[in-house]
């Protein structure tokens, strides 16, 4: 059974950093190019960024040089650094796997991320 | 960016009706066009994926079309667990975009 478990949200301040993890199983992890993806209420669904096979990244202007994607395929293991987060960032993250021009096929649960003073 | 423009934005649809939801692309997206159905509090789900392929597992009951700049996800038959939030979403270029999403609800 395929599973990705997201960890790491939280409530941070404006201007602070988190660090969200997913683990995966049941698929062969280091063969999909991995994505995160981020909802709000009033913004719905909106891509953050993402990691190919080979370890070239992707991000939108929006969080270009403040959230840096990693992945540890030796771990099934991908990771979102997020740095000077700000009240806009407020969002459930959800991690994903599917080829980077195709449908996400595998998703999380997601986890919420809550940035306030 | 590429705007993916859904419509409409909510409907209200009986048990068995058929139910037809559009997406539309600013410019001309190929066959680069994905479906996800999202139930409240869930993860997006993949239905449809390059326009008109059915994901595995999903009933046939869904079904995807069009090319370019319009497409279409029909339900052929709604079923109670079918009531949930519909999202398109385009791959053809970075970054990737989501439509806003259409609530099908029951009447």
């Known amino acids: 059974e395929v599973q990705l478990v997201e960890s790491g949200g939280g409530l941070v301040q404006p201007g602070g950093s988190l660090r969200l993890s997913c683990a995966a199983s049941?698929?062969?992890?280091?063969?999909?190019?991995m994505h995160w993806v981020r909802q709000t209420t009033g913004k719905g669904l909106e891509w953050v960024s993402t990691i190919g096979t080979a370890g070239d990244t992707y991000y939108p202007g929006s969080v270009k040089g403040r959230f840096t994607i990693s992945r540890e395929n030796a771990k099934n293991s991908l990771y979102l650094q997020m740095n000077s987060l700000r009240a806009e960032d407020t969002a459930v993250f959800f991690c994903?796997?599917?080829?980077?021009?195709?449908?996400?096929?595998?998703w999380g649960q997601g986890t919420l991320v809550t940035v306030s003073s | 960016d590429i705007q993916m423009t859904q419509s409409p934005s909510s409907l209200s649809a009986s048990v068995g009706d058929r139910v037809t939801i559009t997406c539309r692309a600013s410019q001309s997206i190929s066959t680069y066009l994905h479906w996800y159905q999202q139930k409240p509090g869930k993860a997006p789900k993949l239905l449809i994926y390059?326009?008109?392929g059915l994901q595995s597992g999903v009933p046939s009951r869904f079904s995807g079309s069009g090319s370019g700049t319009d497409f279409t996800l029909t339900i052929s038959s709604l079923q109670p667990e079918d009531f949930a939030t519909y999202y398109c979403q385009q791959s053809y270029s970075t970054p990737p975009t989501f439509g806003g999403g259409t609530k099908v609800e029951i009447k």
């Open positions: 994903a796997a599917g080829p980077r021009r195709g449908g996400l096929a595998f």
């Open positions: 390059a326009a008109s």
């Open positions: 049941g698929f062969t992890f280091s063969s999909y190019d």
